[in-house]
């Protein structure tokens, strides 16, 4: 994959004054078209892309698809948000505090939040987890509880992750510790909402550990995407100098994260335009290479856990 993927994300995300060389080519086109999608990036492209002179536009077969499947990721996303914005006025009425958790949350960190692709809600209630199924019940939503970290509910076309647990704690002493600390950090501070809304957004400390959390976990099973280090990205863009970063080593180191966290900074930072200043945050890493191949080119994490130990 070559710099152009990288560099449509430093100048729709960071706003770098990049010299952006566009496809001399249709294949070309097509590789960064497909490319874009495969990293899930597809709407933070095409609105660099689509802002280029007319001769240097991508041809119109490949623009027009590219055009329709933004335009999906921009309508899903105001979907997404005024139903969960519904739902969390319905929790709030009775006294339920709803807190997101990934997607909407970390949206609010991009430019235009309506261009970072999201699946689904995922929210954690407090002690109100069974109260708020019984309240999405009462709604006419389906409410599936099979899995014991989380139901699943199914509200006006939106899925809902509804969270008794932020993380897969069975089995684990230190999944346990690290579920407590989460609860303790999550609305640290001072209370902030997603504009508009009754939706809360859980505090920076909370959202560096549980994106880390997250996100080796998923490079540990499955793989993650480009948008998976953009997230951190804009969150340390944001939030690095609001973060605690020697409780979050201390946290990273107990439980083996502080590598793939390390390695998500130094691409951020080497490939992806993120400017740190704060000196307690780790900026290299000897795995940030090797990582990036695997996102990019592996379907699914292939150091597996001698690069978290």
């Not at 960071?14 to 097509?30: Q, R």
């Not at 041809?59 to 027009?64: A, D, H, S, V």
């Not at 863009?237 to 990273?252: D, L, R, V």
């Not at 993120?274 to 191949?293: G, K």
Request: charged share 25%; glycine share 6%.
């Amino acid at each position: 994959m070559d710099n152009k993927l990288f560099n449509c994300i430093k100048m729709g995300a960071f706003g770098c004054v990049v010299n952006l060389k566009p496809p001399s080519s249709l294949d070309e086109w097509g590789k960064l078209y497909r490319d874009s999608i495969r990293q899930g990036v597809l709407a933070i492209v095409y609105d660099v892309v689509s802002q280029l002179p007319q001769e240097q536009q991508p041809p119109r077969n490949i623009k027009l698809q590219w055009a329709l499947n933004s335009e999906a990721i921009e309508n899903r996303h105001e979907m997404q948000r005024k139903t969960s914005a519904q739902l969390a006025s319905v929790f709030a009425e009775h006294n339920l505090k709803t807190i997101v958790m990934k997607g909407l949350a970390i949206g609010t960190y991009y430019p235009n939040p309506a261009l970072r692709e999201c699946g689904d809600l995922d929210c954690w209630l407090g002690e109100g987890y069974e109260i708020g199924n019984q309240i999405c019940e009462k709604l006419g939503a389906q409410v599936s509880r099979d899995y014991y970290k989380d139901s699943t509910i199914i509200y006006r076309g939106l899925m809902v992750e509804n969270h008794r647990f932020f993380l897969p704690i069975r089995g684990s002493r230190k999944m346990k510790a690290l579920e407590k600390h989460l609860r303790s950090i999550a609305l640290k501070g001072e209370r902030r909402f997603i504009s508009g809304t009754k939706l809360i957004k859980p505090s920076a400390d909370f959202n560096a550990l549980f994106l880390t959390a997250h996100g080796l976990g998923h490079f540990l099973s499955e793989g993650i995407k480009l948008r998976h280090i953009l997230d951190w990205a804009l969150l340390l863009k944001a939030e690095q100098n609001n973060i605690n970063w020697e409780e979050f080593y201390h946290w990273t180191d107990r439980m083996n994260m502080t590598r793939f966290a390390d390695a998500l900074t130094a691409i951020s930072v080497e490939h992806l335009g993120l400017e740190i200043t704060n000196p307690a945050i780790h900026t290299t890493s000897p795995y940030a290479e090797r990582i990036l191949h695997d996102t990019l080119y592996c379907s699914e994490g292939v150091f597996n856990k001698r690069v978290s130990a």
